[in-house]
């Protein structure tokens, strides 16, 4: 491989054990589905790489929106002033957002998405002189990795190390099918104490807790259950917005809105880094006063970068005037199709579709994120031109939108024979 060796590298790369990590393909191109490595192989990205892609890499209007935006305005400071593309950005989200999310607070990533949402819900109960500190989150969350999104994410070794670090929430149950009523039971009596801010979760999957599917039943019951306890329902749809779920947001399918609503990922089309945390009239209201303590005091340096909100923008309008739904119905038809060959196959269980997403357990001794399989699996994935990074012993798939029938038949050939030379 023509990259530089991790050895040599001074790169320190994101859940990654360097010590049993081989060579690190040096990628010097993507398109559409594909990624070009310096020595000439080519990987099928089939989990969307780190699911932010969601049209295909290099998509021309995408590509031609930060090229343009990049000649008139880089990037300026966002505290006291604004400029066009972030409020077209801002407009566009409210109008395809579930109603009454009304404002819109930029920032970088999923887990500053998640933190700002955290901060508003706090903001919100203090500025009304109301004590409601405590945070609800579904257990096998995964909601970041900064402190805050650590803490409402579920424990384990993602975050052992980091403990000390972490404020404690309430864990409510996640609605396993057939056995919803416990996660019903378990948020009414968390509710009934009357210290809660607000629940957090990630609507109709848990992604990188282990693609976990609930109903949509489930969420509009835990949105009614807030509701009622006046809790402030926080939607982390970082994973799930974009089309992922087989709707532009994961909400939509559980006909609920949320009090406040994170996006980031797809929002640029995984073009740049950008993300926005949405929320309602309420909760801006909250801190909308002439006494500067009640300001919401968050920031980044690069909050609405020009050129990342173009790219949203041009998102937006590929939303907006493409039949994207279209795509992503005939994907996940087409993921329907493949998955559905290994029902009843002892190799894998809980065999799961949600939209454009599916996700498979390999039968094997040891379960978990730490299960031995996972980087064997990656390696033999590799090795065949496949990106697919199990999360332990679930595979998972997540392509971009843009993925041809064949192409996708190449990862479904890829999971077969790879579980079969390794299990
Ligand atoms: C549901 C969810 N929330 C938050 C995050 C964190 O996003 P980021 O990695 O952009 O900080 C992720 C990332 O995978 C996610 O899936």
Redesign the pocket.
Known sequence: MNGPHPARSPVWHPFTQHAVMGNVPHIVGAEGAWLDASDGRRYLDAISS??VTTHGHGNARIKAAICDQAGILDQVIFAGLTHEAAETVARGLVRLAPAGMEHVFFSD????A?EVGLKMALGFWRNRGEIRTRILALEHA????TAA?MSVGARGVFNAAYEPLLFEVGRIPYPVAGQEQATYDALEVACRRGDVAALIV?PLIL??GGMFIYAAEALAEMARICRCHRVLLIA?E???AWGRTGTLFACEQAEIAPDIM?V??GLTGGALPL?ATLATAEIFDAHYSTDRSRTFFHSSSYTANPIACAAARANIEIWETEPVRERIAALSVLQHRHSRRFDGDDRFANVRQLGTITALDVSASDAGYLAGIGPRLYEEFMRRGVLLRPLGNTIYVMPPYCICADDLQTIYVAIDDVVNALV
């Not at 990533?109 to 500053?112: K, N």
């Open positions: 780190w699911w990533s999923g887990s500053t998640v995964y909601h970041g990795d999104t990630e992604g990188a982390d970082v994973m799930t994170c980031a990922k993300a």
